[in-house]
Structure formats: C-alpha cells, structure tokens
C-alpha cells in the first residue's frame, strides 16, 4: 500500500526566512498530492496541491514541487509570515482514501 | 456556495454511551470520509462512504460504523464508547475521485469521561 513520510517533524525559522518541508511516497500510482495547514483548535485547510502532470505550482507565496522518478513532493513557503504557523500536512491517495503524512509543525519566529 | 457542516459542534458523553455525529458536505460532493484527530496527531482514517456504501474502512473496530443518505450527508456512529475515544473527529467532503481535494467540516469535538 501507501506510505507517506514526511519531513522534518518540527520547523523553526526567522519571519521573512523560506521554509520548505518535504514528503515521498511509496506507491508510484499516486497522482494527485495535496497538502493542508491546520491552525491550533482549527480544521485541516486544503492550500496548495498538485496533479502528477506538472512539476510545479504557485501560489502566491506558496509552491509545491513534485519529483515523481524520485517520489517525492515538497511544500515551499517564502517571506514566511507569523501567520503561517500552523501544522503542515502532505497526502497522497490510496485505495479510495487519503494517507497523510505525519504532519509538520512550523513555528515562525519574530 | 455552503460548505462542510457538522453537528454537533461540542458533545460530552460517558463510557459506554453510544453518539451519533452528522456531517452536510460540500455543494456538488458525492463522498463524505471521516477522521478521528486526537490531540497533537494528525488525522486517523476511519471510513469512506460513496453511493450510500461503506467504501474504504481505516483500522477502527466495529464499534464505529456509519450511513450515507441520499441527499450525500453522513452520519457517524460510536457505540460501547471508551475515554480513547475523546478526540475530534472530523468530516472531509470530495469527489469520488479525490482528485480535487477533501474540504473538511469543523469538526466535532468529543468528550468521554
């Protein structure tokens, strides 16, 4: 089946610094990659996602890139703001369902 | 445009009860997962309805079982409930091919003692 590792587990950076976080995946059928931010008490958010026909995709801040020889996908975040704090978490699909990564935490630092 | 609703927001139970959550999902979404989230984990796969059948099951026991309704909302039933089922669980709404992302409801938040 899937299996979905996600690194690292903790992210600290200064306010204005990028952060990137990254993720692979085991089944080379996965086609679609979303990632989710989930403040505290809050639930997840779809942010960003990509299809495996593309490489890369923006959004304004936030980009995704995709490596599917390599099977992995990285989530990048640029002049990083206090309210991108949150949780981050990476999916791929499998059998009907999403198998998320272990969730990454970002703290910005002021 | 209405988004994932779930009801209700906040429940308190004690051990042994059983609890029914209700989940709406998004305008023009046909499969309704849900998620178990304890505290400071990432989400738990619990199931997955579709054309008002059980899909995809996570590794939950049998004390958890649920319903799709014609109209795509979902119901999520807990019986024999322990205090490890204290958590949030949540409601993600998508189509059936997944490929456009699960948007999830609030959430609710479930207390045993």
């Known amino acids: 089946g899937e299996n979905v590792e996600q690194h690292p587990s903790t992210l600290s950076v200064q306010e204005g610094d990028s952060a990137v976080i990254k993720c692979t995946y085991s089944d080379s059928a996965s086609n679609y990659f979303p990632w989710y931010k989930q403040e505290l008490g809050k639930r997840p958010q779809l942010i960003i996602d990509?299809?495996?026909n593309v490489g890369e995709k923006k959004d304004q801040r936030i980009a995704v890139t995709l490596n599917k020889t390599a099977k992995h996908f990285s989530l990048h975040i640029t002049e990083t703001q206090p309210e991108d704090s949150a949780v981050y978490f990476c999916?791929?699909?499998?059998?009907?369902?999403?198998?998320w990564g272990a969730g990454t935490k970002l703290i910005i630092k002021p | 445009d209405a988004g994932v609703t779930q009801s209700p927001t906040h429940l308190i139970k004690t051990r042994g009860q059983q609890v029914t959550l209700r989940c709406s999902p998004k305008s023009g979404h046909d499969t309704v997962s849900w998620y178990q989230q304890a505290l400071g984990q990432g989400p738990q796969f619990i199931f997955q309805y579709y054309e008002e059948e059980e899909r995809q099951r996570g590794n939950f026991p049998d004390r958890f079982s649920g319903h799709q309704f014609p109209n795509y909302s979902s119901e999520l039933n807990v019986n024999a409930l322990l205090l490890g089922d204290s958590a949030l669980y949540l409601c993600a709404s998508s189509l059936a091919t997944l490929d456009v992302g699960q948007f999830f409801g609030p959430g609710t938040r479930l207390t045993v003692l």
């Open positions: 999916a791929a699909p499998f059998n009907y369902q999403l198998i």
């Open positions: 990509i299809r495996s």
